[in-house]
């Protein structure tokens, strides 16, 4: 599971330092509180704008307007992407989005759900009120406010005395501490779980689900009203048969040898001077075209990044998705164009296959094997698939540029002096 946590959060980490900051804010009207401290989870009563404005209407005194806080509030959705530590001590009357590589503190409140992505510590205080749901990817997450819901992957989870959590608790973490009130359900997958100690304890009014390595002890003087469903979390371990092992490398090597000659003779229909090209390339600019399939590899992690974003618009949901193909196909195709450019390039040093179409598609099989065998050396075969893939890729690109500058060439007039 820490494996796990660690990869997202890892990916999480490198999309924050490529970003630079930025921040969309407009101006809304606040919410009040309770006399106990704990925000009403309602639904809002103007009927022209969805907010309570704040008027001093017939029957209220002047002076209670007048001593109302002035709040600097938005009533849109906020993004938030920084490369340092950010508190967020705003109103939003809307969703928030953070994304950060460092630390983020959480004193506003929110008429929505909330989605964080840190690189540290997020820590939800007292103040802090959040109407829909929290999700957080987080090192660490310290909870001590007023939410709806909170799904939560983390190393580190602490629920502490002063939370109220109106509906459900989901976390995935290593070590879990819980305290405060949840008014209904707890899903919990981690190995250490805290839920009471001489002084205090989690109040929960529903369900206690958990999925570890071993029971919790005095869960049935907390859980007075729900059940207790535990799930032991066994590690699996186990040998593959060596005759396995062997099916799988061979349906794999196949696999490569097949896919290798559909994107030839795809290529061969759509494009007949593309293999040509692709293996002048690889002769003559390999360097280059690793090059290229380095800046190329940049940009598909930013245009990644961007069509997530893009995801939270109408207009901008088919147009990730098809990014995301384009994205796809590119790197799919990489490793077979590789292999079809060193057919080419073995092609001419080689008398017999020149002319010969059955024993160039032969010599793309015995080559497209090696390429694979490459890719699965031990120690080498990471290094030897990242150099691969990424050459093929510059390949790719190199040769669909090439051919629109020669088409824009072509289309300009030639002026004779």
Same mark, same amino acid.
């Given at each position: ?321 098809? #990014? ?11 490793? #077979? ?14 008398? #017999? ?65």
């Amino acid at each position: 599971m820490r494996k796990k946590i660690s990869l997202v959060l890892i990916a999480l980490i490198l999309l924050v330092s490529i970003l630079g900051t930025f921040c969309f804010a407009k101006e809304i009207e606040p919410r009040t509180s309770t006399e106990d401290g704990i925000m009403p989870i309602s639904e809002p009563t103007s009927e022209e704008d969805g907010t309570m404005p704040i008027t001093d209407q017939e029957g209220d005194s002047d002076s209670e307007v007048d001593n109302l806080p002035n709040y600097d509030i938005t009533y849109s959705d906020l993004y938030v992407f920084e490369d340092t530590d950010y508190e967020m001590d705003k109103l939003i009357d809307g969703n928030v989005y953070i994304l950060v590589n460092g630390d983020v503190k959480f004193t506003g409140e929110v008429k929505g759900s909330v989605f964080i992505f840190a690189n540290g510590t997020v820590e939800i205080t007292e103040e802090a009120y959040i109407a829909d749901s929290l999700y957080i990817f987080a090192q660490e997450a310290k909870i001590n406010g007023t939410i709806y819901d909170i799904y939560c992957a983390s190393e580190k989870f602490e629920l502490m005395e002063k939370a109220y959590i109106e509906r459900d608790v989901k976390i995935a973490s290593s070590n879990v501490k819980l305290r405060g009130k949840v008014y209904r359900d707890v899903f919990l997958t981690a190995d250490n779980i805290d839920v009471k100690d001489e002084e205090t304890s989690l109040l929960i009014g529903g369900d206690f689900n958990y999925t570890s390595g071993r029971e919790i002890e005095g869960l049935k003087d907390i859980v007075l009203y729900g059940e207790i469903n535990f799930k032991l979390e066994e590690e699996e371990s186990f040998e593959i048969p060596l005759a396995e092992k062997i099916k799988d490398y061979a349906f794999s090597a196949v696999t490569s040898i097949i896919y290798a000659l559909v994107i030839y003779f795809v290529l061969k229909l759509l494009s007949p001077r593309f293999t040509e090209a692709i293996t002048k390339d690889l002769k003559e600019k390999s360097i280059i075209a690793f090059a290229v399939g380095l800046i190329t590899w940049a940009i598909i992690f930013i245009a990644f990044i961007m069509s997530i974003m893009l995801l939270f618009t109408a207009i901008g949901l088919p147009i990730s998705i098809i #990014a995301w193909m384009i994205m796809t196909i590119i790197i799919y195709i990489s490793s #077979a164009v590789f292999s079809i450019s060193i057919t080419g390039i073995a092609k001419d040093k080689i008398e #017999a296959v020149k002319n010969n179409k059955v024993l160039e598609i032969c010599l793309l099989m015995v080559i497209a094997l090696c390429v694979w065998i490459l890719q699965k050396l031990p120690y080498i075969g990471g290094l030897s698939n990242f150099i691969i893939i990424t050459t093929g890729i510059g390949l790719i690109i190199r040769n669909i540029i090439a051919k629109k500058e020669i088409e824009k060439t072509k289309e300009q007039p030639v002026i004779e002096g």
